[in-house]
């Protein structure tokens, strides 16, 4: 199983963004998929996390800006950026949690990391 993370970008502050976490391989399901973030010189911390069936949590640093979401047809989360500021630059990781179609259980997967820069 392997993510890829795409969508990220330059943006003003103020500016949106949305970046895409897509999950392929052998695939039976997915369970929860989070998204996480990592800023130069600190360490990585959780932003946003969806189940299976849409349940959703946010770090209190992106609730009200940021929205998660998924395609379980397309094995894909999504991550609606909105309202961006500076310190919202970051790698942005994805990883994921579930079963393969040998009903394996994989997980944490993580994605590669998409750079988003919001100059401010």
């Known amino acids: 199983v392997q993510l890829q993370a795409s969508g990220g970008g330059l943006v003003q502050a103020g500016g949106s963004l949305r970046l895409s976490c897509a999950a392929s391989?052998?695939?039976?399901?997915?369970?929860?998929m989070r998204w996480y973030r990592q800023a130069p010189g600190k360490l990585r911390e959780w932003v946003a996390a969806?189940?299976?069936?849409?349940?959703?949590n946010y770090a209190d640093s992106v609730k009200g800006r940021f929205t998660i979401s998924r395609d379980n047809a397309k094995n894909t989360m999504y991550l609606q950026m909105n309202s961006l500021k500076a310190e919202d630059t970051a790698v942005y990781y994805c990883?994921?949690?579930?079963?393969?179609?040998?009903?394996?259980?994989?997980?944490?997967?993580w994605g590669q990391g998409t750079q988003v820069t919001v100059s401010s």
């Open positions: 990883n994921a949690f579930g079963e393969t179609l040998t009903r394996d259980t994989f997980g944490p997967v």
């Open positions: 969806i189940t299976a069936t849409g349940s959703t």
């Open positions: 391989g052998s695939i039976f399901s997915i369970n929860v």
